[in-house]
Nanobody, 122 residues
Framework: QVQLVESGGGLVQAGGSLRLSCAAS????????MGWFRQAPGKEREFVAS????????YYRNSVKGRFTISRDNARNAVFLDMHSLKAEDTAIYYC???????????????WGQGTQVTVSS
C-alpha cells in the first residue's frame, strides 16, 4: 500500500513562495498520476494540479495557473508543488494524491497524504 507524506507547508506573507513535497513509500509511483488538492476552512476540498507519470500532461486550476508549478521525480518517488506569488486565498491544507488516471484522480484518488498546512498572511 502506498503511503504519502507531505511537507514544506508553513506561514508565508502574501507574495511569497513555498515548495511543497510529497514523498511516497510502500510502492512505486512512477506509473501513477500524481496530484495536489487543497481544503480551506469551511470549504470543500478542491483540485489544484496534476501531473501524468511521464510529465506529458499537466493540469492546473485556473486560479493557480502561472503561479504554481507541479513536478515529479520518479527516481525519488516524489512529487512537488512550487507556489509563487501566494495570496491569502491560497491558505488551506494541501494534500497529495495518487491515482491511475487523471479522471480517477479527480473522482476518487487511490491514496491520500495527511496534508500540510499553508497559511498566507495578507
Amino acid at each position: 500500500q502506498v503511503q504519502l507524506v507531505e511537507s514544506g507547508g508553513g506561514l508565508v506573507q502574501a507574495g511569497g513562495s513555498l515548495r511543497l513535497s510529497c514523498a511516497a513509500s510502500g510502492g512505486t509511483i512512477s506509473r501513477y498520476v500524481m496530484g495536489w488538492f487543497r481544503q480551506a476552512p469551511g470549504k470543500e476540498r478542491e483540485f489544484v494540479a496534476s501531473i501524468s507519470w511521464n510529465n506529458d500532461n499537466l493540469y492546473y486550476r485556473n486560479s493557480v495557473k502561472g503561479r504554481f508549478t507541479i513536478s515529479r521525480d520518479n527516481a525519488r518517488n516524489a512529487v512537488f508543488l512550487d507556489m509563487h506569488s501566494l495570496k491569502a486565498e491560497d491558505t488551506a491544507i494541501y494534500y497529495c494524491a495518487v491515482a491511475g488516471s487523471s479522471a480517477e484522480l479527480r473522482r476518487d484518488p487511490a491514496y491520500w497524504g495527511q496534508g500540510t498546512q499553508v497559511t498566507v498572511s495578507s
